[in-house]
């Protein structure tokens, strides 16, 4: 079972450099998460989906975009990138009920140099 | 905002046993309280959940007062592998708020 899929796995970009951070799960989950998380501190919220099509703020929302065409992707795009983003993003999907368990990716290490 | 309260870390003798507390005053009727943890440089794995009675499984169990506002996470006998950070969540709503946990240190 692969589960969450998250690519790539590392990264470094100029300030000002775009790029595309993906997730893709397969085990045919409605909800997709991304959070981002700062040396330590907890996981943030950025955005969340309930369903392809489906996409809304999280806590952290600022810089970035997202979209859900399909039911097994949710990519996280960063148009202008800052060293404020500089992060490790997790990507994690759930089923329909909300006190089903959330499984996580691997993340994906972001350096804004 | 659906949020817990958990003590920012905790250390625990190996192979003795660690109750991780947490309060979750505002948690609703029906949602289950959830427990993960994040092992250093990995991401957050579920660990365990449960809505009223008292929950085991194989790696940890949990207790749930019986107002429902707070839980302990139980590892019966911490071990070296146990070190993380333990998160308890009220998943109220569509979000997960993760908050920073509990950073649990295993003493040899």
């Known amino acids: 079972n692969a589960g969450v899929t998250q690519t790539p796995k590392f990264r470094i970009l100029k300030i000002g450099q775009s790029m595309t951070l993906q997730c893709t799960q397969d085990?045919?989950?409605?909800?997709m998460y991304w959070y981002r998380q700062d040396p330590g501190m907890g996981l943030k919220l950025i955005y969340y989906?309930?369903?392809?099509?489906?996409?809304d703020k999280g806590e952290v929302p600022n810089g970035y975009n997202v979209s859900r065409s399909t039911t097994e992707d949710f990519p996280l795009r960063l148009e202008l990138a800052a060293p404020s983003q500089t992060s490790v993003y997790f990507c994690?999907?759930?089923?329909?009920?909300?006190?089903?368990?959330?499984?996580f990716g691997d993340g994906t290490r972001l350096s804004i140099l | 905002d659906a949020k817990t309260t958990q003590p920012n870390s905790m250390e625990s003798n190996e192979e003795e046993p660690v109750h991780l507390p947490c309060n979750h005053s505002t948690i609703s009727g029906t949602d289950y309280i959830h427990w993960y943890r994040q092992l250093p440089s990995q991401g957050p794995e579920y660990v365990i959940h449960g809505l009223t009675s008292n929950v085991n499984n194989r790696m940890a169990s949990l207790a749930i007062a019986e107002d429902r506002k707070s839980s302990t996470l139980i590892l019966h006998r911490a071990t070296l592998r146990d070190a993380a950070v333990y998160y308890c969540i009220d998943p109220s709503g569509n979000q997960f708020y993760f908050g920073t946990g509990t950073s649990l240190t295993v003493i040899p």
């Open positions: 994690a999907s759930r089923g329909r009920n909300r006190n089903q368990p959330q499984h």
């Open positions: 085990m045919n989950h409605n909800y």
């Open positions: 989906s309930v369903g392809a099509g489906i996409t």
